[in-house]
């Protein structure tokens, strides 16, 4: 038995995605900080559930699964690069929640406001929903019309 083949070529273009996530930490601060603004969840409570004694730290287990909680998803290379960034210094298996609050904090507003109260707190700009690469260019905008 024989098979004839139609002489068809697939057209499927292997696109390289990056599933280790981001390796820069101001990169992956965005993308928290994007899913924490368009949910509006103020991770600072969820964190004190955990930390009876208020230290200000949790241990590495416990910070993931707050953000787990949170539905905030990260690959593991972004959660030990987040870990290794607010590591407490004295012991390596606990992570620093209270400056990890802080940066969060700042979307919605800044520290010690009352003390000038003229100052304008920066807006975190969250990234749109609408994907840029599917703006219409000028001969597909008179196509479509």
């Known amino acids: 038995m024989s098979f004839e083949t139609t002489g068809t070529k697939s057209t499927y273009q292997p696109v390289d995605i990056k599933h ?3 390796d820069n930490i101001d990169d992956l601060l965005f ?15 969820f964190f004190l559930d955990h930390d009876l004694l208020r230290k200000g730290s949790v241990p590495i287990s416990k910070f993931r ?11 593991n290379e972004e959660y030990t690069l987040l870990e ?4 407490v210094s004295t012991d390596a298996t606990k992570v620093n929640y ?8 700042k979307i919605f507003t800044e520290k010690d406001l009352e003390k ?11 990234p749109s929903i609408l994907d ?5 260019n000028e001969q597909e905008e008179k196509e479509l019309h």
Do not use: C, W
């Open 20 to 22: 280790s996530g981001q």
């Open 31 to 45: 993308k928290i900080k994007s899913i924490v603004k368009k949910e509006r969840i103020r991770l600072g409570e």
């Open 65 to 75: 699964t707050v953000l787990n909680a949170q539905k905030i998803y990260l690959t």
């Open 84 to 87: 290794e960034h607010y590591k």
């Open 98 to 105: 209270v400056l990890f609050n802080e940066e969060m904090e």
């Open 116 to 126: 000038d109260p003229l100052k304008k707190p920066a807006e975190f700009k969250a």
């Open 132 to 136: 840029p690469k599917d703006v219409l």
